[in-house]
């Protein structure tokens, strides 16, 4: 007798990030902070090794009135205040002629999970970028989904040709099309389409959509720490989708407001006719109902004083950090570059995804953590976190790992 539903996936989860993470820590216990690289945690840490929590979003956080701490939101989908304040913050600067609709999650993750159970059958496939965030993956295996995986890259630039070639398959299998694409600042390579790709992306589902509903899925998690000054300017695109498009928004405040913890964020619908987002709308609000009930109301008010009061304060504390991973991000392609560091094109974001041979990926891992430095594994590659890296660890690391990678050749 077995206790779980028939169609589970029974493999434990795989565990590429904490089990690393730990131990980086007990190798720093051991031989010292200075003589080991814990390149692995996907958080933002300051040049004194302290996890970057914004004065801002905090001194007002820790003064709220407890009974505001306390209280359930006003509805399952959330605070209208924070859906006021989520589309003024994601669509600011740009001149949406869209019906849109904002529900509260738990955090970006929420979105995806959300958006995944109440829009996809059971045995439908959903299409993932083929390096990217392994949580896609694990959440079609819980909600009993297929993956077909496109190419990010040809060269420097996004495999367009690839990925429609799997669109068009999955179209004519399903007549539908669920696709997530994470930009900007993709996890795990800090690669950022251009406004060129997006237009050829939307004309592209456009055309699909003749043949079925189109689903396409951004996850803009990492958005606030891209370096363009307008980092939403692709979002003017959407409102060119048909009638048979639906765009949703996955947004997260863990890292917009570095509240990881608080499990907040948002999925924001868009789509060009009103029956169809509120079909939607209230689907999500159903499952909003039955998977968490109610979002941390804490969370929502703080994101609402930030959005409106705090922002330029935020925006001044935001900024330093900006240039701190710039600063970061620069260093190691410097001497990656010198050096002849394979590592997939970056652009801006938390990491940095070096280009490892996929049958001996393992290998040069296990090599880099016998040289105290630990990195992530991820398809096709080694996720470097310069998001926690001080600049004096950043500093010849692009040298040591080239120096290793060649002597295990």
């Known amino acids: 007798m077995k206790f779980i539903r028939k169609m589970a996936d029974q493999s434990p989860i795989e565990d590429t990030v904490f089990k690393v993470a730990k131990a980086a820590k007990e190798d720093i216990k051991k031989h010292g902070f200075e003589n080991v690289i814990d390149a692995t945690i996907g958080t933002l840490y300051d040049e004194d090794r302290n996890l970057v929590a914004f004065n801002t979003v905090y001194d007002y956080f820790k003064n709220l009135d407890k009974k505001t701490i306390a209280t359930y939101a006003d509805s399952f989908v959330g605070n209208t205040s924070y859906h006021d304040a989520v589309q003024t913050w994601v669509f600011k600067n740009v001149a949406l002629k869209l019906n849109s609709k904002v529900i509260a999650t738990s955090g970006g993750t929420g979105a995806i999970s959300l958006s995944l159970t109440n829009l996809m059958d059971s045995n439908d496939t959903i299409i993932i970028p083929e390096i990217g965030w392994g949580s896609y993956k694990l959440m079609a295996q819980q909600f009993n989904l297929n993956v077909k995986t496109y190419s990010l890259f040809q060269e420097e630039q996004f495999d367009l040709k690839n990925f429609k ?4 398959a999955v179209l004519q299998q399903q007549k539908k099309l669920f696709i997530i694409i994470n930009d900007p600042c993709h996890n795990p390579t800090g690669f950022s389409f251009n406004q060129k790709t997006w237009q050829a992306i939307i004309e592209f589902i456009n055309e699909c959509s003749k043949i079925g509903p189109c689903i396409l899925l951004n996850d803009i998690a990492y958005i606030d720490f891209s370096y363009q000054d307008t980092p939403n300017g692709y979002m003017q695109h ?12 996955a947004f997260s405040i863990s890292k917009s407001l570095t509240s990881y913890g608080l499990r907040c964020g948002a999925a924001i619908l868009l789509t060009q006719k009103k029956e169809h987002i509120d079909e939607v709308y209230t689907q999500f609000e159903k499952g909003a109902r039955s998977l968490w009930s109610n979002i941390n109301n804490a969370a929502m008010e703080t994101f609402c004083y930030i959005a409106n009061g705090g922002y330029q304060n935020y925006i001044k504390e935001k900024t330093n950090y900006v240039q701190l991973l710039k600063d970061r991000s ?5 001497e990656a570059k010198q050096c002849q560091l394979q590592h997939y094109p970056y652009h801006e974001g938390f990491f940095i995804t070096l280009i490892v041979d996929e049958n001996h990926k393992k290998r040069i891992h296990q090599t880099f953590m016998d040289h105290h430095i630990y990195t992530v594994m991820v398809n096709k590659g080694i996720r470097i976190a310069i998001c926690s890296l001080p600049m004096h660890k950043i500093k010849g690391l692009a040298y040591k790992l080239k120096q290793i990678l060649d002597s295990i050749k």
Request: glycine residues 0%; contains cysteine; negative net charge.
């Open 330 to 334: 620069s260093l190691f392609l410097q």
């Open 165 to 168: 070639e799997v669109c068009l």
């Open 238 to 249: 959407f409102n060119q989708i048909s009638d048979n498009v639906l765009i949703i928004l």
